[in-house]
């Protein structure tokens, strides 16, 4: 068993920028596959990004010019940034791992989530 948890969430205001962090109980460096998800109110979670094994990276079309998911330096955390941030952007950030190490699957294990609001 993997716990995650997820740091970073906060309110925001249009336009600013924000740091989420997911960190792992052991490492996940090259073992998993690494994605955030993003559930907002009345809506179903859904990918918003994932890292896999091996470094490569897929993003949501419509988020990948302002959402950019990274390893951290250390063997047990990711990154999310999040730029310009939007109203439209606010939702709870999952952070989840797969054992396949692929982003084909859904993740093995979850964080509880962190809030993100953007508001004025």
């Known amino acids: 068993q993997v716990e995650l948890e997820e740091s970073g969430g906060g309110l925001v205001q249009p336009g600013g920028s924000l740091t989420l962090s997911c960190e792992a109980s052991?490492?996940?460096?090259?073992?998993?596959?690494v994605s955030w998800y993003r559930q907002a109110p009345g809506k179903q979670r859904a990918r918003v990004a994932c890292i896999n094994s091996f470094g490569l990276i897929d993003y949501d079309a419509s988020l990948k010019d302002r959402f950019t998911i990274a390893r951290g330096s250390g063997q047990n955390t990711v990154v999310l940034y999040i730029d310009v941030l939007k109203p439209e952007d606010t939702a709870v950030y999952y952070c989840?791992?797969?054992?396949?190490?692929?982003?084909?699957?859904?993740?093995?294990?979850w964080g509880q989530g962190t809030q993100v609001t953007g508001t004025s």
């Open positions: 989840g791992i797969g054992r396949s190490g692929n982003c084909y699957s859904t993740p093995t294990y």
């Open positions: 052991e490492s996940i460096s090259s073992r998993y596959s």
